[in-house]
């Protein structure tokens, strides 16, 4: 029987390629390809959803400005029938929402995965999730997995308490807020304080300029496409921060040296 012997080849796009300069498969245990072949992955996925923000906002801009001069007429007689009316219009883009909330999950996703190749660098025999505990009384994703470290992790590992401060830290300043903004959206429906997309009819009429369109922002004040682009910042503070300390990792097959 004639052997047929199978070769292929993989291109991988520009945040795939990325993504595989920390998540080099040549630096970790051959034991963790799977995890550090999902970590790579989630990481790209979310670095491609951040980069299309701003062009899908600025697509579904496009549209809602469209539809405001397709209106023009009505918007006009509801506020010369209603001249005290401080009249605002929200457009409900199901693009630059729908790319929010992916956003927001894969970034979820990420740290689930990230937590486990965490843990399995440290102790093999654990699997664990960044999901959240209460550490010093307060309830912080990542906690289960801060409480192991401070509590139960190998003793052979010193740098357990330094690790778990990491964590701590940036579960603190934004991670916990991320992902209760995650749950928020997957459990409950809206988050409160998110303006989406709108004008102001009184400005707009003015001049009737696309440029009187607003944005989406955040309940804090930051504008949805900044905020995106502030996480994956964050993000690769946190595993620079993180991986550099973990056992086990090869670090001279790992580069830090690319842009969000």
């Known amino acids: 029987m004639k052997r047929i012997i199978k070769q292929t080849t993989t291109y991988?796009?520009?945040?795939?390629?990325?993504?595989?300069?920390?998540?080099?498969?040549?630096?970790?245990?051959?034991?963790?390809?799977?995890?550090?072949?999902?970590?790579?992955?989630?990481?790209?996925?979310?670095?491609?959803?951040?980069?299309?923000?701003?062009?899908i906002i600025k697509k579904d801009r496009d549209a809602f400005f469209k539809q405001l001069v397709t209106n023009k007429l009505q918007i006009l007689k509801t506020l010369n029938e209603n001249p005290r009316?401080?009249?605002?219009?929200?457009?409900?883009?199901?693009?630059?929402?729908?790319?929010?909330?992916?956003?927001?999950?894969?970034?979820?996703?990420?740290?689930?995965?990230?937590?486990?190749?965490?843990?399995?660098?440290i102790s093999p025999t654990q699997d664990m999730t960044f999901n959240r505990a209460n550490v010093g009384g307060i309830q912080l994703s990542g906690g289960r997995l801060i409480?192991?470290?401070?509590?139960?992790?190998?003793?052979?590992?010193?740098?357990?308490?330094?690790?778990?401060?990491?964590?701590?830290?940036?579960?603190?300043?934004?991670?916990?807020g991320v992902v209760r903004y995650r749950d928020t959206l997957s459990h409950h429906g809206k988050i409160r304080g998110l303006n989406n997309m709108h004008v102001d009819t009184k400005d707009f009429l003015n001049g009737f300029r696309e440029d009187c369109i607003k944005n989406p922002m955040m309940p804090e004040g930051t504008e949805v496409v900044q905020f995106c682009l502030d996480l994956l910042i964050k993000l690769e503070d946190?595993?620079?921060e993180s991986l550099i300390i973990l056992p086990n990792v090869k670090r001279e097959f790992i580069r830090f040296d690319a842009q969000p």
């Open 85 to 121: 009316l401080n009249h605002i219009i929200y457009y409900d883009g199901l693009e630059y929402l729908s790319c929010f909330h992916g956003i927001l999950n894969t970034l979820k996703s990420f740290l689930d995965v990230y937590a486990k190749l965490v843990t399995k660098l």
């Open 12 to 55: 991988v796009s520009k945040d795939r390629w990325i993504t595989y300069r920390v998540f080099n498969p040549n630096a970790y245990p051959p034991s963790t390809a799977p995890i550090v072949e999902a970590c790579s992955e989630r990481a790209a996925i979310l670095r491609f959803q951040v980069r299309n923000t701003r062009d």
């Open 238 to 240: 946190f595993i620079k």
């Open 147 to 176: 409480n192991w470290l401070k509590k139960s992790a190998p003793k052979y590992y010193k740098e357990n308490e330094q690790l778990s401060e990491i964590i701590v830290k940036h579960s603190k300043s934004w991670i916990t």
